[in-house]
């Protein structure tokens, strides 16, 4: 019998103030005989995608039930990875009511009421990704990632009487505290691939730096000493991807520093376009997941009551105007037309999943991501039939390429407990959950 050592899978490349979690590879499995062959035992990953101000829902809702057939408008750019996706009908939630914008990104992870005040007596809940995190986290660099796309948060009263922390934030760790969200990638580069200290620090010491892997060069080099083909195949492939973030994070930096007109508004490394700082957040999010720094991952990809115009559809109206449309069909188009834009994105992060392997799946294969809304119809605010659906996650049950329609209106608390319980999360009941929601698993 052939006993060999395994590589840990915490393994991390060390240099000067910089560290590297590795992908799992095949040296990362027992390499006694017995198990030789055998999958190291699988990670399970848990992701959320908010989007604000719900959708046109009529534009949104596959034809048919069970097999998804043909996609709807705004689903279309899903096509290529549809059998990874199931689409869900008929959810609310119940306690985003009354309807605000406020209720409707605080109850998206929490289901649970907002406390309706102006100060700093707020109190929510703690939401489904900070309840993951708290079991999925404990053998990782960090237990949670929480990412957005706005770079400022406001302050005081932002909707009806609500304090702006319920717009700002999507992850509460208790009802009192919310988790703010990361929008500049350089400092999530940092935070998942540097060594601490303050956001400031982080930032002072990326302009000292000339690259990431230029501190971890000798480290790779000795590994590459120990490792079979198919290994040394991953780890480049996978320091590429971390180098080409880093240099399109560089490009961002030396556009805006080249740019002669001030803007203090923008931090120094965001992307000008909207698209491509969407892209390099959610390729951030592929590298976390990849090197196993987090198991947990929310992404606000737009923010409630957000005015910001998305060119890259044609659309010239800003998107919060064009929610409460009035019914006006060349309205409704338009608005349309951003639910797709927002849907194009995801549909290529998941595609990356997809392309990305692990053992003997990919990255999509033990990821569950839940992309959605908390309001459903703009024009009134109103929170049922939400625009809901999950991709990935076959090695945790999950069956892909399905619309499925609720005959009765379904808690969207009821997703929630389902998915915590596929990830290996066990709980009774999560705020106004009904039960596990039957069918959208295999058993």
Known sequence: MIF????????????VGASLALPLLDAMVPAMTAQAATPAAPVRRLGFVFIPMGCDITRWTPA?????????????????????VTVLTNTELQNAYPGT??????????????KHTESSDYYLGTTVDQIAAKQLGRETQLPSLELAMDMLQTAGQCDNGFACVYQNNLSWSSPTTPLPAEAHPRLVFESLFGDGGSKADRAAALRRRGSLLDFVKEDIADLGKTLGPADKAKVSEYLDAVRDVEQRIQRAAKAVADNPLPDLDRPVGVPASYADHARLMFDLQVLAWQGDVTRVITFQLARETSNRVYPETGVSDPHHPLSHHGNDPAKVAKMAKINQ??????????????????????????????????????????????????????????????????????????????LLDKVGVRLDKFADSSGHMDGLFSL
Do not use: W
């Not at 689903?75 to 059998?83: Q, R």
């Not at 990255?363 to 999950?390: E, R």
């Open 64 to 84: 048919g039930t069970g097999t998804l057939g043909d996609l709807s408008p705004i689903l279309s750019p899903l096509a290529k990875v549809k059998e990874h």
């Open 101 to 114: 914008h406020s209720s409707s990104n605080a109850a998206f992870l929490s289901a649970a009421r907002p």
């Open 4 to 15: 060999k050592k395994a590589l840990p899978r915490r393994t991390f490349l060390r240099g």
């Open 341 to 418: 834009f927002h849907v194009s994105l995801f549909a290529e992060f998941v595609a990356k999943l997809k392309a990305t392997k692990e053992g003997a799946g990919t990255l999509l294969d033990q990821s569950v991501v839940m992309y959605g809304s908390g309001m459903g119809n703009p024009n009134v605010h109103d929170h049922t039939n939400l625009p809901i659906l999950v991709a990935g996650g076959s090695a945790c049950g999950l069956k892909g390429g399905r619309h499925i329609r609720f005959e009765k209106v379904a808690p969207l608390a009821n997703l929630h407990l389902t």
